[in-house]
């Protein structure tokens, strides 16, 4: 009896197993049990990281540090300068970095608000930035309330370029005369290791220029026309022959400039070494140099300078 259950039931799960194989898919072949197998693991295709790559490749790698000139307690300007010159100057600022950022260049600020930098900060946070160049934004102002016109300063020759293209561009949206490109040794200019500039928008100090500089429209004509320097520095003419050959294609002409580099500046004079008992005539001679030269606002004082005739500025 035993023998004959376990026979049955032997044939039973005989039976079972086979129908339980047959009824499986089984694949033809082993590659196509491999693909089978692989198929369920494959990678996507890393399309957010293309599309990342290519936006990173568009994006300029330049940093732009903007420095909107004086803040807090250092108005700017003169004396009884009816409009602020550190308001101009960062507002201006502020719209060229709204400027900048839509073209995808990296913004830094030396201040975004109305507060007061020692210009030896603001130097500091463009040395900072291997790659950058440093766009300093002023008004400019002056006893004399006929002095108009544009102004834009440079010191070494790497900066050139982009005063050049910088003046260009701001130049012709300016209703005003050109005051040229000037080399000059202001602080932040002469101590900073990127492409500096300092624009001077015009004079708050001239009654039509000053009405220009409260119209929002103009300060953004201005940003605008900066930002566009900033971008095309690149496609100024150069010096060299093989340059001046190629310059009918250039897009922006080398400016001209005045060098300005001999003015007597107490801030650039350096102290001589003195032979003995002779501190009292050497003395008398920085004291008089002092005297007839004139600041650069290169001290940070809450005694601000006037601004002589001849443009300069705090920087």
């Given amino acids: 009896m035993r023998e004959r259950l376990f026979i049955f039931a032997s044939l039973f799960t005989g039976a079972f197993v086979v129908a339980t194989v047959h009824a499986l898919p089984a694949p033809s072949s082993l590659s196509q049990r491999e693909h089978r197998v692989t198929a369920a693991r494959a990678t ?26 004086h803040g807090g307690f250092d108005r700017g300007g003169i004396a009884g300068q009816r409009v602020s010159e ?27 608000s109305d507060v007061f930098l020692p210009l030896g900060t603001r130097v500091a946070i463009a040395n900072s930035y291997r790659d950058a160049i440093f766009v300093c934004i002023h008004f400019n ?22 005063a050049s293209a910088i003046h260009y561009y701001v130049n012709r949206v300016a209703p005003t005369p050109n005051r040229g490109v000037r080399r ?15 624009v001077e928008c015009g004079f708050l100090t ?11 429209a103009y300060r953004q004509q201005l940003a605008d026309a900066i930002a566009r320097g900033v971008r095309e520095r690149s496609m100024v003419a150069g010096t060299s022959t093989l340059n001046r050959l190629a310059a009918n294609s250039a897009t922006v002409p080398l400016q ?26 050497s003395t008398s001679t920085s004291s008089k140099r ?18 002589s005739s001849s443009a300069q500025t705090e920087d």
């Fill in 141 to 162: 102002a002056t006893p004399r309330r006929s002095a108009n016109g544009i102004e834009t300063y440079f010191y070494s020759s790497q900066s050139l370029p982009l």
């Fill in 86 to 112: 550190k308001m101009m100057n960062l507002d201006v600022a502020q719209r060229l970095k709204t400027d900048l950022q839509a073209n995808g260049y990296r913004v830094v600020m030396t201040r975004d």
């Fill in 256 to 281: 001209p400039f005045i060098d300005q580099t001999h003015y007597h500046d107490p801030d650039l004079s350096r102290p001589r070494h003195r032979k003995k008992g002779s501190k009292s005539s």
């Fill in 184 to 198: 000059r040794g202001f602080y932040v200019l002469r101590r900073t290791t990127v492409p500096s500039v300092l």
């Fill in 206 to 216: 001239n009654p039509t220029e000053a009405e220009y500089a409260q119209s929002a």
């Fill in 44 to 69: 996507p295709t890393p399309v957010p990281e293309q599309r990342a790559t290519v936006s990173q490749g568009e994006r300029p790698s330049t940093v732009v540090v903007i420095d909107a000139g």
């Fill in 290 to 307: 002092k005297k007839s030269s004139g600041s650069d606002s290169t001290a940070n004082s809450s005694t601000r300078k006037k601004k």
